[in-house]
């Protein structure tokens, strides 16, 4: 089969590539005809600007697609050819999803209707739904977003959809525009954002922060919003050097003082197992089938969130527009069909 991708070539520098590959469908897989794969900014910007380093060319890369499957595996009982998936695939028009846990492939059916560039998007309301499972906010708590990319994006409207007070907070007025639309009652600018959150909170600062850029200066500084005893949740992996004094952020954590005694928590997606376990009440599929049915009952908003659709032959474009108009590029989709 003739299988087009997305490769990084060199720094900042991408193409669309094609290659002839074998497709061996595993027991517990499928292979995948994808129809649109979308950007997850924030790591694969990392990559192509080498602030996160890698061996050039790379690819392909990216695991948040939806497709329809061409061949089901024999142990798998729960698909059939046509259905359409949520899986953790690539940017590429093909590829074989082996869905166990040896190989730590998602494969998730969707309901027809999520056949739309934007459904891609819910991959990262994934994200942001593994920082909520990790902070258990509860009902008429506060909580601080802090960063209105993708994740933040809709970590703050699942915070909502919770019952929580959620601040967004980003210095980029168009992200903040995009929120508004997306029914996200306070995105405010970051020079408004502490007196926003002691004004909500009668002084007393947010139960919640969940950190969503992986920004290290973002994080250190974010400690100022939550509250004595609450917590700050690290949704957004950090990259990057960043030199300061750390004294006053780990105080934070261990004084006990107005806004102190913190609790600093790790929400990587990874956190949490592909799909269910006796162990653990969560997966990452589960968490999949809630976010399409908020989606279907139109409770978590999409629709603005989707800036751009791209052909792969586009891809350099795509990227370019993701690193330098950030005021108006936010949800970005390569389009396979």
Known sequence: ????????????EV????????????????????????????TELAKLSGLQPLPFPVGPLGNRAIGRVLQVGDGRDDLQSGDLVFCHGHHVSHAVISAD???AGLL????????????????????ALTGLRVAQPELGDIAVVTGAGLVGQFAAQLLQLSGVETVLVDPVPGR??????????????IDEAEDRVMELSEGKGAEH?????????????????AARAGQVVMVGSPRG???TDLTSFLNAFHLWRPHGDLTLSGAHEWKIPLYPEHSSKHSIARNIKILA??????????DPLLTAVFHPEDGQRAYAQLREGKDAHLGTVFDWT
């Open 293 to 302: 049915d908020l989606v279907v009952a139109r409770q978590l908003v999409l």
């Open 241 to 243: 050097e960043f030199h």
């Open 209 to 225: 922060v969940l950190e969503c850029t992986g920004v290290p200066a973002v994080l250190k500084d974010s400690v100022r919003f």
């Open 108 to 127: 998730v059916k969707l309901p027809d209707e999520l056949d739309r560039p934007e459904a891609t998007t819910i991959g990262m309301a994934s994200v």
């Open 101 to 103: 846990r040896e190989t």
């Open 176 to 189: 903040l525009e995009i929120a508004r639309q997306c029914g996200v009652k306070h995105p405010v600018g």
């Open 1 to 12: 089969m003739r299988v087009r991708y997305i490769v990084f070539k060199a720094v900042n």
């Open 15 to 42: 193409a669309c590539a094609s290659v002839d590959q074998e497709m061996l469908v595993t027991e517990s897989g499928a292979l995948v005809e994808m129809r649109y794969t979308c950007i997850s900014a924030g």
